[in-house]
């Protein structure tokens, strides 16, 4: 499973970088911006199969990276994580969704190793998204 980790904070990218690590995720990638994750993207669709997102960047913002993804057409994987309001937490998967994305969770900062267990689990044991 190929890992994209997008997050400003990193502190928050060494923390869960070493926790995918943790549960054998080997094809990790970090990306302290939105910029560069979605020139690989826009290069190679199947660059990553999932994607964390940090939904409070400063160059381009989680929900605006959701936007450009969907005009991509990824088919990978989203699991939200963010430090944000429980309510801005919730709704980013309901906009994702709306855009044909798939999404695999939200994750409050700083998540525990389970939760993120948890949420890899249901992206392994969900079908590809080929027909999104």
Do not use: C, W
């Not at 960047?57 to 989680?62: A, F, V």
């Not at 309001?85 to 409050?108: C, F, N, Y």
């Amino acid at each position: 499973m190929k890992i994209f980790v997008v997050d400003d904070d990193p502190f928050a990218l060494r923390l869960i970088q070493r926790q995918l690590e943790s549960l054998s995720q080997r094809d990790v990638q970090t990306f302290d911006g939105a910029r560069e994750p979605l020139a690989l993207l826009s290069a190679d669709p199947h660059a990553a199969d999932v994607i964390l997102l940090d939904l409070a960047m400063p160059d381009i913002d989680g929900l605006e990276f959701v936007q450009r993804l969907a005009r991509l057409q990824f088919k990978g994987t989203l699991v939200f994580i963010s430090g944000l309001d429980d309510r801005i937490l919730q709704m980013a998967p309901v906009l994702a969704s709306g855009l044909h994305l798939r999404v695999a969770g939200a994750l409050k900062k700083p998540s525990s190793p389970e939760e993120l267990r948890a949420v890899l689990d249901t992206v392994a044991s969900t079908p590809a998204a080929d027909g999104v």
